[in-house]
């Protein structure tokens, strides 16, 4: 049973130009959510995260969009640069409950100088 | 180099063998989480120890133990191993019990080939 899924596996995008990865999940209890980076031969690093309480999240070029009702997330990139180049990986988690994360299959980003 | 060291980065084995990964936290961190990721697919939560003591498991395998030691570091050990447990393993590491506030830390993984 797939709670996170992110159904693209690859975007590719022209550097300067909006990355938008998506996300959605089926389980209404979670109520966090964070996004992670992998370069290749690297563990995940955490990018940016989002509580349920709000719809929308900032941290310099990345945003993150929380739709509720959809059970949607998104992760804006702007402007994208070539050193985004990587694996997205969205995951969730129940704020009340242990600290397991919940991920989904990833998405790798191009972005093409 | 993100704090959480993990050894060995890869490891090929028999099947029907026993392996064990370790993996060392970050200093201060009293959690320590372990993940499979199989070919393709998206980080599969294994199992969790906060400060010595089992906090949460997920879909892990019986063949599959783990333990985190008085000096916080953890072991992952697989044994009777299958060509499906060819994977990449991580471990991440936060402060608290719930580090997911601050997107825990993540090792650079073990990758383990079954043969």
């Known amino acids: 049973d797939q709670q996170v899924k992110q159904n693209s596996p690859s975007l590719s995008v022209q550097e300067g130009r909006i990355s938008i990865l998506n996300c959605d999940y089926t389980n209404s209890m979670f109520d966090y959510f964070l996004w992670y980076k992998k370069y290749p031969a690297e563990g995940p690093t955490f990018l940016i995260s989002i509580s349920s309480i709000k719809d929308k999240n900032e941290d310099g070029r990345f945003t993150v969009f929380l739709n509720k009702s959809a059970k949607h997330l998104s992760l804006h990139i702007v402007p994208s640069q070539p050193g985004d180049s990587a694996v997205y990986f969205c995951a969730a988690t129940i704020s009340s409950n242990t600290g397991k994360l919940i991920f989904g299959q990833g998405t790798t980003l191009q972005v093409k100088p | 180099d993100s704090g959480v060291t993990q050894t060995p980065k890869h490891l090929i084995t028999a099947t029907g063998q026993r392996v064990t990964l370790r993996c060392s936290p970050r200093?201060?961190?009293?959690?320590v989480y372990w993940y499979q990721q199989s070919l393709d697919q998206g980080l599969q939560f294994l199992i969790q120890?906060?400060?010595?003591?089992?906090?949460a498991k997920g879909n892990i395998l019986e063949r599959f133990s783990a333990q985190q030691f008085p000096d916080l570091h953890s072991e992952l050990n697989l044994s009777s191993l299958e060509l499906g447990d060819s994977a990449l393993y991580f471990c991440a590491s936060s402060l608290g019990r719930q580090g997911f506030y601050y997107g825990y830390t993540f090792g650079s993984g073990t990758r383990l080939t079954v043969v």
């Open positions: 120890y906060y400060n010595g003591e089992e906090r």
């Open positions: 200093s201060g961190d009293l959690s």
